[in-house]
């Protein structure tokens, strides 16, 4: 009899997916829920792409018969009201998850905001009991975890919702794996005697092979975020559930282990874009494995059945997990895993490990040379506050050149033919440089008070990286837009104002209060060195 129920679950989540997808494509067609072609996508047509709605449906109206059974798998689901609200907490925080990917999928949502609902789901979770408070080794060692069960349950759950959003790249792919990893689930919730859960993931996994018929290559609709959100947060929450009662390594270890691929996978693309590529983790981006894959010369179908084979692999040495008594064969165990996992990785070049060790080395040299020019601007902002003539204010801005290695800056002049005369200039040395080795700009400036001075024009030695040239420069040009000689006038000695006066008169502005140097000849420059 109870037989019967988990192969009534399976096949009726299977037909109910079977009998609900082509309407779900239909009315995404009409809303026009479609995922369009782009450059990081595979997929040459537009396809719809809330499948996961079906994969919901199935889920669920596969499992609610079970509560009219009389037998134990009927009178478990029935006592769920009685002491532990676990399940119910997973389905209600899965199906928030699952409408907050559809919303994603109809109108698209910042990922922030997803991760955050991703959270606090994960936090009702929790807060329901689910967390991972312990882990029992064999020859009844136990490590307790304490406080540190919420944020560890938490990192697990988010993980592993991310990477199955993550590995959704190909036709078939995401609901292959999690197939795989709802049945190694199903047989670890039999096997620790968690019947409602060995139940729910058959019905995933019915609902699953059923999608599978739409969604392989060429795929007639993808599950989109809905879909793998819903997993994610289905499986991560289950192999919680099922640890809670095992309290085991078993009940960790197992899922992520047969989980490896799509974990993995998000953890180098968590280093690809923050360490190799310094962008947001939130970026997209076309480096997964599966991409991997294909840039290999390895078909959609072929890469899916790879990564089916990889996946399979790794939940067989999982499972041996089981059968494992001691310590010492757990690690070898789980070690060997990782192993399977690393060369795959590495055959199909995802892993960029020595890229990465050179990345973080110049990571971190940068993040110092920010870090050291933050300080020489903010020290000399200071100084510029303090200055009450012209002289002081020249002087500061030559310590800010010396300071960001500038070879020369200098105050120019537009004359009337066109031609620019150099009014102030400050070098580093007198050597002169090859011009292949010098990066040359000006910065004009607009203010009405500073006729006399069209520009400041900065020199820097192409030694440094563009990047760099260019942050130095906009520090400089951000103390000249807040403290430029217009904005300064006003706290000027009179006795600088004077001076300013005199060259006025002597036809070297326009105007008395702009401030110039002297001009030794019409394209010479007076040296000062800060």
Not at 94 to 99: C, K, P
Not at 161 to 174: E, P, S
Not at 202 to 227: E, H, Q, R, T, Y
């Given at each position: ?47 719809p ?6 994969i ?15 037998n ?8 769920l ?32 905001l ?11 979770l ?9 882990i ?13 069960s ?33 049945s ?27 999608f ?30 099922c ?8 009940g ?24 190799l ?56 165990v ?23 060790i ?102 820097i ?17 951000r ?52």
């Amino acid at each position: 009899m109870v037989t019967y129920t988990y192969l009534g679950v399976f096949f009726g989540a299977g037909l109910v997916v079977q009998l609900t997808t082509p309407l779900v494509a239909r009315v995404a067609r009409a809303f026009n829920i479609i995922d369009q072609p782009a450059a990081r996508k595979v997929h040459r047509a537009p396809v719809p792409r809330i499948g996961g709605v079906a994969i919901v449906l199935g889920t669920i109206l596969a499992t609610l018969p079970v509560l009219l059974m009389d037998n134990p798998v009927g009178q478990a689901f029935r006592r769920l009201n009685e002491g532990s609200n676990q399940v119910v907490a997973l389905l209600g925080a899965a199906l928030v998850v699952f409408l907050v990917g559809l919303l994603d999928d109809v109108r698209s949502i910042p990922a922030k905001l997803r991760l955050v609902v991703l959270v606090a789901a994960s936090l009702v979770l929790c807060s329901s009991g689910a967390r991972i408070e312990s882990i029992t080794l064999s020859g009844n060692v136990m490590i307790q975890l304490g406080w540190l069960s919420w944020p560890l349950t938490i990192l697990w759950i988010v993980a592993i919702t991310v990477a199955i959003n993550f590995i959704d790249g190909l036709d078939g792919l995401a609901g292959g794996i999690a197939a795989i990893v709802c049945s190694v689930l199903a047989v670890l919730a039999f096997y620790g005697g968690h019947l409602v859960m060995g139940v729910l993931m058959l019905a995933l996994l019915g609902s699953l092979v059923g999608f599978l018929f739409f969604n392989w290559n060429p795929a007639k609709i993808f599950m989109g975020d809905c879909g793998s959100m819903f997993l994610g947060f289905m499986i991560g929450g289950s192999s919680v559930v099922c640890q809670t009662k095992a309290q085991t390594l078993v009940g960790l270890a197992l899922p992520a282990l047969a989980m490896g691929v799509p974990l993995f996978d998000t953890l180098l693309t968590f280093i690809r874009r923050r360490v190799l590529n310094r962008r947001s983790i939130f970026a997209s981006e076309r480096g997964h494995i599966h991409h991997r894959l294909l840039d290999l010369g390895l078909g959609q179908r072929v890469s899916v059945l790879l990564m089916y084979l990889v996946t399979a692999v790794m939940a067989g040495i999982g499972v041996l997990l089981l059968f494992t008594r001691n310590n010492v064969g757990m690690l070898a165990v789980i070690g060997c895993g990782l192993a399977v996992l690393l060369l795959v990785f590495r055959v199909a070049g995802a892993s960029r490990f020595r890229e990465t060790i050179a990345a973080l080395h110049r990571n971190s040299i940068i993040a110092h040379q920010v870090r050291v020019e933050r300080e020489h601007f903010e020290d000399v902002q200071l100084q510029m506050l303090r200055a009450t003539t012209f002289e002081e204010w020249w002087r500061t801005v030559c310590e800010l050149a010396s300071r960001m290695c500038f070879e020369r800056v200098a105050l120019i002049q537009q004359l009337p033919d066109g031609d620019t005369t150099n009014l102030y200039v400050w070098r580093r040395t007198q050597e002169e440089l090859k011009p292949g080795e010098l990066v040359t700009m000006a910065i004009p400036l607009i203010e009405d008070a500073m006729e006399g001075v069209s520009g400041i024009e900065l020199t820097i030695s192409r030694q440094w990286s563009l990047e760099c040239v260019g942050r130095r420069v906009t520090l400089f040009g951000r103390l000249i837009d807040e403290y430029g000689l217009a904005r300064r006038q006003a706290a000027f000695a009179p006795a600088g104002r004077t001076t300013l006066t005199v060259l006025s008169a002597l036809g070297l502005v326009s105007r008395p209060k702009a401030a110039v140097g002297p001009v030794v000849g019409k394209r010479a420059a007076r040296s000062s060195q800060a």
